[in-house]
Each structure stands twice: as C-alpha cells, then as structure tokens.
C-alpha cells in the first residue's frame, strides 16, 4: 500500500537517505529542508530516478511560525500522512562546557529538540487519518552516553530519546506507533557541520574503521515503518561492528 511519507531536514545525510528509500518502495514524500536549492534538486531527482511524487516545504524547524505554516499549506490532497520522520538535527561545536559557544547550544537545543515538538505538533491530526501512523524519531548513541565534549549535544539527544519514550505512551491511545532509531558513529555531514568545515578534523572522526552510511539507518526506517500494524519497535540502537560505545572505537591506523 502506498503511503505518505513526511520527512525533516531532507536535504542531506539520514533524511535523504530515508527520502531515496521510500521512493524506491513507491511511496509519496513531503521533504522538509532550510536549503530551498538542495531541496529541488533532491525531489527532481528523486522524481527522475524513481518517478516519486514529491511535496517540498521550504523551511526552519526552529521556526515555530514557519512550521505551523508549512503543514497549514499542505494541498488536501496531500494531508493524509501516514509517517513522519523527525530526522532534522546537528552537533554544532566541540567544547567542554566552561568554554562552549552559547550560539552553538541554541542552534541544538532549538533544531533537535525543540524543532521536533513543533513538527510532531502539528503533524498530529493529519496523522489520524492513516490506518497506521507511525513516529519515528531519529536520535543518536549520544542519547545513551555522554561522551567528552559532547555535552549539550548529547543532553538533546537524551531529550530526544525521553520525548520518544513519552509520546509513545501520550499516543497510545491514538494508535500512533512511536520509534527510534538511534545510530553510532555515521559518516555523513554531521562532523563536517560540527566541526564548521574542518576537514582535517573530519578525516579523523572517521580513520581506521568502516562507520554506518545514512543508507544503513535508511534501511532500518523502511524495515520498521514496514512491520505489520501489531509490531512496534520502541527503540533501536545501531551501531557500527568497531564500535561498541562512544568511547570504543577499534581503528586499525
């Protein structure tokens, strides 16, 4: 059966990802993104390569007007929305606390938990028209484990994970299914966007092991979003085989 998908921060990294992995299962796309350029690019391809019927929305999941006018302005026919996909997030910096970047602690608060709550509101009610509506959150082995210099980041990410598990219960009688897919260490924008395009910094963040592809976590979205309608996963964990926490990488150098 054929759903509607609506997917934040679609530009890049998990959220592309999970885009090109619906669209070859046949299923429609709302991609949400802040970069209007990449945003069209990515549904004219995704409409070439696997002739997807994509919806773009234009906007800042920290912007809590934009977000209530984004979804107001989804055409009727498009307001039947069976999955939503909370993938929109960052790391910005990586300080110890006495010397982090105050800026960089609202872009993370405001984009990774705060931006969740607005999409998640007003997404709501269109997701009681499905047969099967489903939440998946994407959260992080940092809403595990605090790691050094992770402090902030990691404590959004605990955030997310405590949202996940409680909008698992505020839903339940909805019949909303609630997950999470929380991935380890991932080669994607997110160390180049962390680290502010220090590439020599990024480079290193991944040396001397295979990491998870956004096409892995991709892969586990589509799988848990497919289970029959009596199956919920409330919480996946997803790491790569050298690592086995934030701490434990095994890197051959």
Same mark, same amino acid.
């Given at each position: 059966?054929?759903? $509607? @998908?609506? @997917?934040?921060? +679609?530009?890049?990294?998990?959220?592309?990802?999970?885009?090109?992995?619906?669209?070859?299962?046949?299923?429609?796309?709302?991609?949400? /993104?802040?970069?209007?350029?990449?945003?069209?690019?990515?549904?004219a391809?995704?409409?070439?390569?696997? %002739?997807?019927?994509?919806? $773009?929305? %234009?906007?800042?999941?920290?912007?809590?007007?934009?977000v209530k &006018?984004?979804?107001?302005?989804?055409?009727?026919?498009?307001?039947?929305?069976?999955?939503?996909?909370? %993938?929109?997030?960052?790391?910005a910096?990586?300080?110890?606390? &006495?010397?982090?970047?105050?800026?960089?602690?609202?872009?993370?608060?405001?984009?990774?938990?705060? /931006?969740?709550?607005?999409?998640?509101?007003?997404?709501?009610? !269109?997701? !009681? &028209?499905?047969?099967?509506?489903?939440?998946?959150?994407?959260?992080?082995?940092?809403?595990? #484990?605090?790691? +050094?210099? /992770?402090n902030?980041?990691?404590?959004?990410k605990?955030?997310?994970?405590a *949202?996940? =598990?409680?909008? =698992?219960?505020?839903? !339940?009688?909805?019949?909303?299914?609630?997950?999470?897919?929380?991935?380890g260490?991932?080669e $994607? #924008?997110?160390?180049?966007?962390?680290f502010?395009?220090?590439?020599?910094a990024?480079?290193?963040?991944?040396?001397?092991?295979?990491?998870?592809?956004?096409e892995?976590?991709? #892969?586990?979205?589509?799988?848990?979003?497919? *289970?029959p309608?009596?199956?919920?996963?409330?919480?996946?964990?997803?790491?790569?085989?050298? &690592?086995?926490?934030?701490?434990y990488?095994?890197?051959?150098?």
């Open positions: 059966m054929q759903k $509607t @998908i609506f @997917i934040t921060g +679609a530009t890049s990294g998990f959220g592309k990802a999970c885009a090109h992995a619906f669209a070859g299962n046949h299923h429609r796309l709302i991609l949400t /993104g802040r970069r209007s350029d990449r945003l069209d690019s990515e549904a391809i995704l409409r070439e390569t696997f %002739n997807a019927e994509v919806l $773009t929305l %234009n906007f800042d999941v920290r912007d809590r007007d934009a &006018q984004a979804v107001d302005s989804i055409p009727v026919q498009w307001r039947n929305i069976d999955i939503l996909v909370n %993938n929109a997030g960052l790391a910096g990586s300080d110890p606390i &006495q010397d982090g970047n105050m800026d960089d602690w609202e872009a993370m608060i405001d984009t990774n938990i705060k /931006g969740l709550l607005y999409v998640t509101r007003n997404i709501f009610p !269109l997701l !009681l &028209q499905s047969p099967c509506p489903h939440i998946v959150n994407i959260g992080s082995i940092a809403g595990k #484990e605090v790691y +050094a210099k /992770g902030v980041y990691c404590a959004t605990f955030a997310v994970d *949202l996940t =598990r409680a909008m =698992r219960i505020d839903m !339940l009688s909805h019949g909303i299914k609630v997950s999470q897919v929380a991935p260490a991932a $994607t #924008e997110f160390s180049e966007v962390r502010k395009g220090d590439m020599e990024v480079a290193n963040v991944y040396k001397g092991f295979a990491p998870l592809q956004a892995d976590i991709a #892969e586990a979205v589509t799988w848990i979003t497919g *289970l309608a009596h199956v919920n996963i409330n919480d996946l964990l997803i790491m790569p085989t050298a &690592q086995a926490s934030p701490g990488i095994h890197k051959v150098l």
